[in-house]
């Protein structure tokens, strides 16, 4: 499936965006619907910019054989621009920020905002998505004699201890760092959207849970969403959320 930007950016001239089509070699994203990969999805649709996306069944390493060879880890995501070849979801937002500062999803060095933005970027991989992996695998995709409910309750209960950062960053203004929308809430972003597919939304805080509700009202996000399900559909891939698949 290949999606065409749907417009300029930040107001740029149309010849400006299309002179950026033209010198920049497309955009693949490689995907499983609501993985991980979703970050990179959604940034693309907030820059509106054109790319390239391949479905596959998840997880890939055990449906997809064939994309070992394209990712020895057998993971999503995979997005490939060129001679760049990534596989760290919160990279990406961070990468697809820079190519368009126009945009305004990125923080500069310069701005006393920065370290922050770097810092939820990391943040929403590794402390907050993390444990939400391993409630999944031990609630539902581990076989039966594997299944771990205490590991998954108390992973379950990590996670929520660290999202108190969200809820405290949240009382200083409606987005996590530099005053605006940025990529840093993209990446934290899909951690809720796991959570929320995990049953863990009730137990957000009042201003986390108005958070996710903006975010989930962002045309882009809207856009990722349609964008994944028809290409599913599409590919002959299954549409259902990898979050929601049972063995």
Not at 232 to 247: E, F, H, K, M, N
């Amino acid at each position: 499936m290949i999606r065409a930007a749907a417009g300029s950016f930040c107001a740029a001239p149309a010849n400006r965006l299309k002179a950026l089509e033209i010198s920049l070699p497309m955009i693949h994203l490689h995907h499983c619907v609501s993985a991980r990969s979703f970050r990179p999805l959604w940034m693309l649709e907030e820059l509106r910019r054109p790319y390239q996306l391949h479905m596959l069944p998840f997880p890939p390493r055990v449906h997809a054989r064939d994309f070992l060879g394209h990712n020895p880890l057998g993971t999503v995501p995979l997005l490939v621009h060129g001679e760049t070849r990534m596989t760290e979801s919160g990279a990406m937002c961070q990468y697809l920020a820079a190519l368009q500062p126009e945009a305004g999803l990125g923080v500069e060095a310069s701005d006393p905002a920065f370290g922050g933005y770097l810092n939820w970027l990391h943040m929403s991989d590794a402390t907050l998505t993390f444990p939400l992996t391993l409630v999944l695998r031990y609630t539902h995709f581990e076989p039966p004699e594997r299944l771990q409910p205490q590991v998954a309750q108390d992973y379950g209960r990590w996670f929520l201890a660290r999202l108190r950062a969200v809820e405290a960053a949240l009382g200083h203004g409606e987005w996590l760092c530099a005053g605006r929308f940025t990529a840093a809430d993209v990446a934290v972003g899909y951690a809720l959207l796991l959570a929320w597919h995990l049953g863990l939304e009730p137990q957000f805080g009042p201003a986390t849970r108005a958070y996710w509700q903006r975010l989930r009202q962002r045309p882009a996000y809207q856009r990722a969403l349609a964008a994944q399900h028809q290409a599913a559909l599409d590919q002959g891939v299954p549409a259902t959320p990898s979050p929601d698949l049972r063995p």
